[in-house]
């Protein structure tokens, strides 16, 4: 049975207990989510991993996509990210490899990880048919069903699944025009696929036989957003919106087979309209579990777009979101390496509790309320155990020491709470 499934029928599963621990939250609370769709608990059957929840109520989760690509083929390097976005306390990384031995690759990633690992099967399926046959177009639908078991069965815990890539939508976007058309990699291989056989997206027609594969290993699907703004000026436009109605549709589709979905979001989307998205997505998906990209609020900072994103993930949460997914400074760039996902994933973290503190969710205030203490005492130790990075702090700090142990050298001598502390003690 699938965490859904137990939940319908009252069992309190391994899972749901972590869940609850990890959030403050009571059991029963994450049974409700996920009888609703609200809440999923990402973990395939087959992947050892500790259970961690995405969806409302719940501590806004952060994701890091690892991976090779077609010019760079590094296994060890992707493995060092592994380890940089666990260190960094990322809650899942997504494995995005199209280059070298896709199996192999995902196999070492799924035995290293000690956290929740997604990705995204067409990538594996149009790699390997455009390396056989050269061109994806010749990318069948066994084939690619194939390619979503045989990742199930490694123990993938949620896999994004371009299902609202249709005809009709695609169609849409080609009438209206963009400046950035696709940026999508799966909404793209899925678009000329389908522009050549002017036949229906396989994920959509045979999203049926999809939720009898992935129901087996209890994966959750994430309702990918091929659609997805790659422009600012694209934001919110007929053919992202047309694809969100749909993926709302299957989202109920799954809920009601017992598979559990979440689903994909913008993007580039500009500050204004952010607030528009989220409640687009939570009226028209009836409150799925909304993962979203960045998204990045303006397209002039290449080299910096870990700072966009996090403006935007840190609004975008703050207004319903339930997971982000990181973007680092290599973005738009080059293959991100090992320091961009730690810093990444640090910076995405910071959006994400600020976001928590605005969404009440319990507990979040408390670090602040802690690291505010320490900081009235002028524990400085404390200051930095409670840093979101500690180790960067302790650097910053040593690197400029002050003449005086207890304060810093912004103002040395004349720290306002030094002076205050002092004055307060002599009245």
């Not at 939940?7 to 403050?24: D, M, P, R, Y």
């Not at 031995?101 to 000690?114: A, G, N, P, Q």
């Not at 979440?262 to 939570?282: F, L, R, S, Y």
């Not at 993930?313 to 961009?340: F, I, Q, W």
């Amino acid at each position: 049975m699938t965490q859904i499934e137990y939940a319908q029928k009252g069992i309190v599963t391994k899972q749901i207990e972590e869940v609850a621990l990890k959030e403050k939250r009571s059991p029963e609370f994450i049974m409700e989510g996920l009888i609703k769709g609200t809440i999923v608990i990402p973990k395939n059957i087959n992947h050892q991993i500790e259970a961690m929840g995405v969806g409302k109520g719940l501590r806004t989760k952060v994701n890091a996509n690892i991976g090779t690509s077609s010019d760079i083929v590094d296994i060890n390097a992707e493995l060092l990210k592994v380890k940089a976005a666990i260190e960094a306390k990322a809650d899942s990384i997504m494995d995005l490899s199209t280059g070298g031995d896709l199996d192999f690759f995902r196999r070492k990633i799924l035995h290293e990880s000690t956290i929740v690992v997604g990705n995204v099967p067409i990538y594996q399926a149009a790699v390997e048919v455009a390396t056989k046959e050269g061109s994806i177009v010749h990318l069948t639908k066994d084939y690619l069903l194939k390619t979503i078991e045989k990742q199930a069965q490694d123990g993938i815990d949620y896999m994004t699944l371009h299902c609202g890539v249709t005809q009709s939508s695609l169609e849409r976007l080609i009438n209206q025009g963009r400046i950035e058309d696709i940026v999508s990699r799966g909404g793209s291989f899925l678009a000329v696929w389908m522009l050549y056989h002017e036949k229906e997206n396989p994920l959509y027609e045979y999203f049926d036989d999809i939720l009898e594969i992935v129901k087996k290993y209890d994966v959750t699907i994430s309702l990918g957003d091929g659609f997805r703004p790659g422009a600012i000026a694209d934001a919110t436009d007929r053919a992202q919106i047309e694809e969100l109605i749909i993926l709302g549709e299957l989202h109920k589709k799954a809920l009601k087979a017992g598979v559990q979905s979440m689903i994909e979001g913008p993007g580039h989307v500009p500050i204004d309209q952010i607030i528009t998205n989220a409640k687009i997505e939570e009226a028209v998906c009836e409150g799925a579990p909304f993962y979203v990209l960045g998204p990045v609020v303006t397209d002039i900072a290449p080299g910096y777009d870990h700072i966009t994103s996090a403006i935007g993930g840190a609004l975008m949460a703050s207004y319903g979101a339930d997971m982000l997914c990181y973007v680092t400074k290599a973005e738009h760039v080059r293959l991100p390496n090992p320091e961009d996902v730690r810093e990444g994933v640090i910076v995405t973290r910071i959006a994400a509790h600020a976001a928590d503190i605005a969404k009440k969710i319990p507990g979040a205030i408390d670090w602040d309320i802690e690291m505010s203490k320490a900081r009235k005492n002028l524990d400085w130790n404390k200051m930095i155990e409670l840093s979101i990075d500690p180790n960067y702090v302790k650097s910053q700090r040593e690197s400029s020491m002050p003449k005086e142990s207890d304060v810093c050298t912004m103002c040395g001598k004349f720290c306002a709470i030094k002076l205050l502390n002092k004055a307060l003690r002599n009245r």
